[in-house]
């Protein structure tokens, strides 16, 4: 009986070993967390205005409705650049929520225009008008929305554009 338990454990403990070492073993790496271009306007670093809310701004980026990044575009025409997003945060944004232009070329459009009345859950457009250089190159636009209290708030979104000769 004594061997027959030897036995057991021995045949035991090498199945253990076996499918321990026979499979892949995971190896968690951990997954950068993008971060948004900081802002190098002073547009963009107006100072927070308290407003009592219970709510978060929030949007998440779907889609470049036009100009994907690359698009090549005639010297000195205007052009109007929309992002499609979603408001997933618990505010609806109103006639004071702002696009501002924080980095890049500004390609003529203004510091900031507003952005449309999106309830929460909803998809909206972004939105701004620009004037491509005269001058051949590649050319960046970047923005950021902002709340009716002057705090930041989702992704920042770009334009890339190409001016040929």
């Known amino acids: 009986m004594q061997m027959v338990k030897k036995i057991l454990i021995i045949i035991?403990?090498?199945f253990c070993f076996l499918f321990t070492s026979c499979t892949e073993k995971v190896i968690e790496t951990?997954?950068?967390?993008?971060?948004?271009m900081l802002p190098t306007r002073i547009a963009a670093t107006l100072e927070p205005t308290e407003v009592k809310t219970n709510c978060i701004n929030s949007f998440y980026y779907l889609?470049?409705?036009?100009?994907?990044?690359?698009?090549?575009?005639?010297?000195g025409s205007?052009?109007?650049k929309e992002w499609e997003v979603q408001n997933n945060g618990s505010c609806d944004w109103n006639e004071k929520y702002r696009l501002r232009f924080v980095s890049g070329n500004q390609m003529g459009a203004p510091d900031s225009v507003p952005i449309p009345s999106v309830i929460v859950g909803s998809k909206?457009?972004?939105?701004?008008?620009?004037q491509a250089p005269r001058e051949p190159g590649t050319y960046r636009s970047v923005w950021k929305a902002f709340g009716s209290d002057n705090r930041s708030f989702g992704?920042?979104?770009?334009?890339?554009i190409v001016v040929n000769e």
Not at 30 to 36: N, Q, R
Not at 124 to 130: F, I, Q, R, T, Y
């Open 124 to 130: 909206g457009k972004l939105s701004v008008e620009l």
């Open 155 to 160: 992704e920042t979104v770009y334009v890339e």
């Open 78 to 80: 205007v052009f109007l």
């Open 63 to 75: 889609d470049d409705v036009n100009y994907q990044d690359g698009t090549v575009v005639e010297a």
């Open 12 to 14: 035991v403990l090498f």
């Open 30 to 36: 951990p997954t950068a967390i993008p971060t948004a």
